[in-house]
């Protein structure tokens, strides 16, 4: 029997015993706790940044005021120690842009990821400035923090009980800033 027959042998034992015993296959990135909304994150195990550094860029079409928010948002998460939005030029992973949707409740979103290895090597969030231009900066700085949340590995939190959690899935959260459980989500997405 040549080698080769035997390694694919052996992988489909491997692969049948995994099936039909139930044992769980072991993940090498898979987090020991991926939380909950009971314990207030969810962490993206298929897709996060994986780094406490990621660059990011904006697109042609976001003015002056955008950018102090956007910079405002990616500063919150600085301000975690856990991981870093920084501005960049040249190598990005990600990238801001403006568009109006007059028909869409939705003020912002993350979008056209991308990963390899399970860290996302590219991504968009794009703001509604039908939305956006009505209200204040601290709304808006708000808001890019809680899209970079996902950039960072954060699902959208549902439960009422998660209001006061950046990771709440609507604008009515509570808080303008990470707070302790989306710190602990970041550092496991970013492990």
Same mark, same amino acid.
């Not at 998460?77 to 870093?84: A, L, Q």
């Given at each position: ?48 940044? &994986? ?5 990011? &860029?904006?697109?042609?079409?976001? !003015? ?17 120690? /856990? ?5 960049? !030029? ?53 808001? /890019?923090?809680?899209? @970079?949340?996902?950039?960072?590995? @954060?699902?959208? @939190? ?7 959690? @950046? ?7 509570? /808080?303008?800033?990470? /707070? ?12």
């Amino acid at each position: 029997m040549h080698k080769k027959t035997k390694t694919i042998i052996i992988s489909f034992a491997v692969f049948l015993s995994v099936l039909f015993l139930g044992i769980n296959p072991v993940y090498a990135h898979y987090p020991s706790n991926p939380g909950s909304e009971t314990e207030g994150y969810i962490v993206d195990i298929w897709n996060h940044a &994986g780094t406490s550094v990621v660059n990011y &860029g904006l697109d042609s079409n976001i !003015t002056t005021s955008y950018k102090n928010f956007i910079l405002d948002g990616a500063q919150k998460w600085k301000n975690t120690g /856990v991981i870093t939005f920084n501005y960049a !030029t040249s190598f990005r992973t990600g990238s801001f842009l403006r568009y109006t949707d007059s028909s869409s409740d939705t003020v912002a979103a993350f979008y056209d990821y991308q990963s390899s290895n399970y860290h996302l090597y590219h991504w968009k969030i794009k703001l509604n400035t039908h939305h956006m231009d009505g209200r204040g900066s601290t709304a808006n700085a708000t808001t /890019v923090a809680h899209e @970079l949340g996902h950039a960072t590995g @954060l699902n959208d @939190l549902y439960s009422f009980a998660n209001t006061g959690k @950046l990771m709440y899935g609507y604008s009515s959260r509570t /808080v303008t800033y990470p /707070v302790a459980s989306d710190i602990s989500g970041a550092k496991v997405a970013n492990h």
